[in-house]
């Protein structure tokens, strides 16, 4: 799987690639395209191709550039597995693992914080500028930056390298991915039950993981799983942006987050929510995958129609694929509906925890797997 692109110096040539380039498919697509890489990006990195465009953020490919080994090992994380392109450089990383190489692919999330300063007076602009990071925006970085750092480090995460700000933007150093999920699966659809149930079993693995570290992750989506590691396919959650620390026990989260497709009915009805909205989440994910529409989906569309359908909760999702379908080829089993249905549960608190969900998957392994399943059932992030 190509996974690598052409690098570019940071001149010119970068706007004409940001206005070219397709967004990435979104719920409600962000309307700028302007480029937003800061004219010196680091000492350390040398910024490539745009590569993705979310809703807040543009990502791009960027390599290590040579002689800056001191800030690349002080905003890399421990666990941190950037990509080589070649053997090559995967023999001299394994014997010097932080060596630095022009070979070692990273993609950087830049995030733009000019908007919110333009909101303000020139006085609280330059107080913003100089000193406290008060602005939504850099208020949203922060937190994701944290929240991804504690989640980091697991095959199934998007690894985080480290995070500095230059010119009025936030850049993130994350490992490079391919593409993302829902990208490769309009390039190649689902076309075998085993394929399917390993994709589900990494996405769940991925937010199980999370939640054990206390995190909810409030957007679950295929735009927010990438492809990627030794493979090019195994699925990582990345997107850190709307995530939450799970609050006290008997306290929920409040407000309303993520895609309107995928949002829990807890969360719409406002009843405040926790880490089980992300198990509804993903059980929207998979039904639109699987069956090619939303499980709510109202016959003229409106994002408020489709809101107050999931309210409501009827007419309940049909589970029939539709042969328009672009993600998936089959028909899933009985054991993967049953699957689907149990994640789309209404009442949150007969929801199975995502930890209970990866249990119920082991049912639907095959038995050359079932060792692999029992495993990480022992030991969820082993
Ligand atoms: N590490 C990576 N490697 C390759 N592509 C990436 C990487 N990170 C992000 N992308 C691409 O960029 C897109 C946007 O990234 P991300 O979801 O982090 O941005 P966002 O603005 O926070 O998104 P959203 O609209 O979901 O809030 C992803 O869907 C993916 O296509
Ligand atoms: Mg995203």
Same mark, same amino acid.
């Given at each position: 799987?190509?996974?690598?692109?052409?690098?570019?110096?940071?001149?010119?040539?970068?706007?004409?690639?940001?206005?070219?380039?397709?967004?990435?498919?979104?719920?409600?697509?962000?309307?700028?395209?302007?480029?937003?890489?800061?004219?010196?990006?680091?000492?350390?990195?040398?910024?490539?191709?745009?590569?993705?465009?979310?809703?807040?953020?543009?990502?791009?490919?960027?390599?290590?550039?040579?002689?800056?080994?001191?800030?690349?090992?002080?905003?890399?994380?421990?666990?941190?597995?950037?990509?080589?392109?070649?053997?090559?450089?995967?023999?001299?990383?394994?014997?010097?693992?932080?060596?630095?190489?022009?070979?070692?692919?990273?993609?950087?999330?830049?995030?733009?914080?000019?908007?919110?300063?333009?909101?303000?007076?020139?006085?609280?602009?330059?107080?913003?500028?100089?000193?406290?990071?008060?602005?939504?925006?850099?208020?949203?970085?922060?937190?994701?930056?944290?929240?991804?750092?504690?989640?980091?480090?697991?095959?199934?995460?998007?690894?985080?390298?480290?995070?500095?700000?230059?010119?009025?933007?936030?850049?993130? $150093?994350?490992?490079? #991915?391919?593409?993302? /999920? &829902?990208? =490769? +699966?309009?390039? !190649?659809?689902? %076309?075998?039950?085993?394929?399917?149930?390993?994709?589900?079993?990494?996405?769940?693995?991925?937010?199980?993981?999370?939640?054990?570290?206390?995190?909810?992750?409030?957007?679950?989506?295929?735009?927010?799983?990438?492809?990627?590691?030794?493979?090019?396919? $195994?699925?990582?959650? #990345?997107?850190?942006? /709307? &995530?939450? =620390? +799970?609050?006290? !026990?008997?306290? %929920?989260?409040?407000?309303?987050?993520?895609?309107?497709?995928?949002?829990?009915?807890?969360?719409?009805?406002?009843?405040?929510?926790?880490?089980?909205?992300?198990?509804?989440?993903?059980?929207?994910?998979?039904?639109?995958?699987?069956?090619?529409?939303?499980?709510?989906?109202?016959?003229?569309?409106?994002?408020?129609? =489709?809101?107050?359908?999931?309210?409501?909760?009827?007419?309940?999702?049909?589970?029939?694929?539709?042969?328009?379908?672009?993600?998936?080829?089959?028909?899933?089993?009985?054991?993967?509906?049953?699957?689907?249905?149990?994640?789309?549960?209404?009442?949150?608190?007969?929801?199975?925890?995502?930890?209970?969900?990866?249990?119920?998957?082991?049912?639907?392994?095959?038995?050359?797997?079932?060792?692999?399943?029992?495993?990480?059932?022992?030991?969820?992030?082993?």
């Amino acid at each position: 799987m190509g996974c690598s692109g052409s690098m570019i110096g940071i001149d010119g040539s970068e706007r004409a690639c940001a206005s070219e380039m397709e967004p990435n498919s979104q719920w409600e697509p962000s309307e700028s395209s302007e480029n937003v890489v800061p004219k010196k990006l680091s000492v350390t990195y040398e910024c490539g191709e745009l590569i993705g465009k979310g809703a807040f953020a543009q990502v791009y490919a960027a390599k290590l550039l040579e002689n800056s080994p001191e800030e690349y090992v002080s905003t890399t994380s421990k666990q941190g597995t950037p990509r080589s392109s070649s053997s090559k450089d995967k023999r001299s990383s394994s014997k010097d693992k932080w060596k630095p190489t022009t070979e070692i692919e990273f993609a950087i999330k830049i995030i733009d914080l000019r908007e919110d300063l333009e909101d303000r007076t020139p006085r609280a602009r330059d107080a913003s500028l100089s000193s406290t990071k008060s602005s939504k925006k850099s208020d949203r970085a922060e937190k994701e930056i944290e929240l991804w750092k504690k989640v980091s480090g697991h095959p199934h995460v998007v690894t985080f390298n480290g995070a500095f700000e230059r010119d009025q933007t936030v850049c993130m $150093v994350m490992e490079r #991915c391919c593409e993302s /999920l &829902s990208q =490769m +699966l309009r390039c !190649k659809p689902l %076309r075998t039950q085993e394929r399917a149930v390993t994709i589900v079993s990494e996405m769940l693995t991925g937010i199980a993981h999370v939640h054990r570290l206390g995190v909810v992750h409030r957007d679950v989506k295929g735009d927010n799983y990438l492809v990627g590691g030794d493979t090019g396919e $195994v699925v990582k959650l #990345c997107d850190f942006g /709307l &995530s939450a =620390m +799970l609050p006290e !026990k008997g306290t %929920r989260l409040r407000g309303l987050h993520g895609s309107t497709p995928n949002m829990s009915p807890e969360m719409l009805l406002h009843k405040g929510h926790d880490d089980r909205t992300d198990v509804w989440s993903l059980g929207a994910t998979l039904y639109e995958t699987f069956y090619g529409v939303h499980p709510y989906e109202p016959d003229i569309f409106s994002t408020q129609a =489709m809101k107050e359908l999931i309210r409501k909760g009827t007419p309940a999702p049909k589970f029939i694929v539709r042969s328009a379908c672009k993600t998936s080829k089959l028909k899933p089993s009985r054991g993967m509906e049953r699957f689907v249905k149990n994640l789309l549960t209404r009442e949150h608190l007969l929801r199975p925890s995502a930890k209970k969900a990866v249990k119920n998957l082991v049912h639907l392994t095959s038995p050359s797997k079932l060792h692999w399943a029992l495993r990480k059932q022992r030991d969820p992030d082993g």
